[in-house]
């Protein structure tokens, strides 16, 4: 079964950045399409980004162009860079190790991480 955990979260102004992690652990990660979500309070679970085993990327609209996603597959980990942090941005951030669905979209894992909050604010 497969175990995530993430770190990286905390408090910064806006404008700041941060890197979040995420190890993977109990199957071959370098197999996997790995995706970014994020919830903010009273609002539903969101991809952010995901990359696939090759290191293709998608990035939502809301962080197009601030946001980077990365992988290290020796390491089993992968990687979200987030620059020019906006208030907006508030929210518990999670991996997740999906699949590529039969259109070509992001299908997502059955197992979560803890998450790893990231607050935004002045």
């Known amino acids: 079964q497969v175990q995530l955990v993430e770190s990286g979260g905390g408090l910064v102004q806006p404008g700041g950045s941060l890197r979040l992690s995420c190890v993977v652990s109990?199957?071959?990660?370098?197999?996997?399409?790995m995706g970014w979500y994020r919830q903010a309070p009273g609002k539903q679970r969101e991809l952010v980004a995901d990359?696939?085993?090759?290191?293709?990327?998608n990035y939502a609209d809301s962080v197009k162009g601030r946001f980077t996603i990365s992988r290290d597959n020796p390491k089993n980990t992968v990687y979200l860079q987030m620059n020019s942090l906006k208030p907006e941005d508030t929210a518990v951030y999670y991996c997740?190790?999906?699949?590529?669905?039969?259109?070509?979209?992001?299908?997502?894992?059955?197992?979560w991480g803890q998450g790893t909050l990231v607050t935004v604010s002045s």
């Open positions: 990359i696939n085993r090759r290191g293709s990327t």
């Open positions: 109990g199957s071959i990660f370098s197999v996997y399409r």
């Open positions: 997740n190790a999906g699949q590529t669905g039969h259109s070509g979209e992001y299908y997502p894992g059955t197992n």
